[in-house]
């Protein structure tokens, strides 16, 4: 859990809050969240007008961004895990659990 701490740090802090608050999420909110920016690639003329948008550079991007709020929650998810785990074991001197896969 320690290692989880210190790759994560404030951001657990964040997502608590933010689940204490939501019962649902999506990845862009998580995301802003996090400060993980989800943007178009745009290229645009002098006035602001969109000429084109890369699409392929754009979906690269947000697939990265994605990955990224993905590799955050698994983290911060077992992280929780764990709490709960450590939290049992402290109270009952042991802990069991079932789960599906």
Same mark, same amino acid.
């Given at each position: 859990?320690?290692?989880?701490?210190?790759?994560?740090?404030?951001?657990?802090?964040?997502?608590?809050?933010?689940?204490?608050?939501?019962?649902?999420?999506?990845?862009?909110?998580?995301? $802003? &969240?996090?400060?993980?920016?989800?943007?178009?690639? %745009?290229?645009?003329?002098?006035? +602001?007008?969109?000429? =084109? @948008?890369?699409?392929?550079?754009?979906?690269?991007?947000?697939?990265?961004?994605?990955?990224?709020?993905?590799?955050?929650?698994?983290?911060?998810?077992?992280? $929780? &895990?764990?709490?709960?785990?450590?939290?049992?074991? %402290?109270?009952?001197?042991?802990? +069991?659990?079932?789960? =599906? @896969?």
């Amino acid at each position: 859990m320690k290692r989880i701490e210190g790759k994560l740090g404030d951001k657990i802090k964040k997502i608590d809050e933010y689940f204490a608050e939501n019962d649902t999420y999506s990845d862009s909110e998580i995301g $802003k &969240l996090l400060g993980i920016e989800f943007e178009e690639t %745009r290229n645009t003329d002098k006035n +602001g007008e969109i000429k =084109e @948008i890369n699409m392929l550079t754009s979906w690269n991007n947000q697939g990265k961004q994605e990955l990224e709020v993905k590799r955050v929650l698994a983290e911060y998810f077992d992280y $929780k &895990l764990g709490c709960q785990i450590r939290d049992c074991i %402290r109270e009952k001197s042991s802990c +069991g659990f079932e789960s =599906e @896969i």
